[in-house]
């Protein structure tokens, strides 16, 4: 168990729809990626948040937006679902500020669009 | 921009043999490396990681990995394979100075066979 955690686990919508994802970081870590895995893409990074700012950005889609509150927990949020956004979305965490900590994954929410 | 590749989508190797996952990578800054793992319907757990002091690092389940600059290669191994190594071995880099994010490779699936 890393310590991080996402809800929910499975996802299943239909195109056009809107989702949120969320994410708890490890107690401690300020900062909160997110990451995307898809058989045609790989494993991608979509989006970084450290204390409640964006810090960097990925190829994330127009479509989808993200945020960090107070309490340092993140929300993805996913909107005019395609089918091709069917992935398995990771959160991770760590303390933040450096390239050599590590990244803390979490379970992930598999997200199915039909 | 950094870039990742493993070299075999797909491993496989008897019980007790060598494993050897490869993986180079290209970075224009002095990188860090990481190893992570994922096992069937769960997330990425770390197996080692270089970051600039030894070139050989031993991680978790007998893992380790040599770091040679002059290849650009950051290949896994495993002296004696077990049943339980049977997953989804990803390499990936995160640069010194930029960004946090990581930059994955596309994978490599493990195999053991009996």
């Known amino acids: 168990d890393s310590g991080v955690t996402q809800t929910p686990k499975h996802l299943i919508t239909a195109t056009g729809q809107r989702v949120t994802l969320r994410c708890s970081p490890r107690?401690?870590?300020?900062?909160v990626y997110w990451y995307q895995q898809s058989l045609d893409q790989g494993l991608q990074f979509l989006i970084q948040?450290?204390?409640?700012?964006?810090?960097a950005k990925g190829n994330i889609l127009e479509r989808f937006s993200a945020q960090q509150f107070p309490d340092l927990h993140s929300e993805l949020n996913l909107s005019s679902l395609e089918l091709g956004d069917s992935a398995l979305y990771f959160c991770?965490?760590?303390?933040?500020?450096?390239?050599?900590?590590?990244?803390?994954f979490g379970p992930g929410t598999r997200l199915t669009v039909l | 921009a950094q870039s990742v590749t493993q070299l075999g989508s797909h491993v496989s190797v008897s019980e007790g043999a060598l494993v050897l996952l490869r993986c180079n990578y290209s970075?224009?800054?002095?990188?860090?490396l990481f190893w992570y793992v994922q096992y069937p319907n769960q997330g990425l757990q770390l197996l080692l990681k270089?970051?600039?002091?030894?070139?050989l690092v031993k991680g978790i389940n007998g893992f380790e990995a040599e770091f040679k600059k002059s290849e650009t290669s950051f290949h896994l191994t495993k002296p004696s394979a077990h049943m339980s190594d049977a997953a989804e071995y990803f390499c990936?880099?995160?640069?010194?100075?930029?960004?946090?994010?990581?930059?994955f490779g596309q994978g490599t699936r493990l195999t053991i066979n009996p």
């Open positions: 991770a965490s760590n303390i933040g500020g450096r390239g050599d900590d590590t990244q803390y």
């Open positions: 107690s401690g870590d300020l900062s």
């Open positions: 948040y450290y204390n409640g700012e964006e810090r």
């Open positions: 970075s224009s800054v002095p990188p860090y």
């Open positions: 270089y970051t600039s002091a030894a070139t």
């Open positions: 990936a880099v995160s640069d010194l100075a930029g960004a946090q994010k990581l930059v």
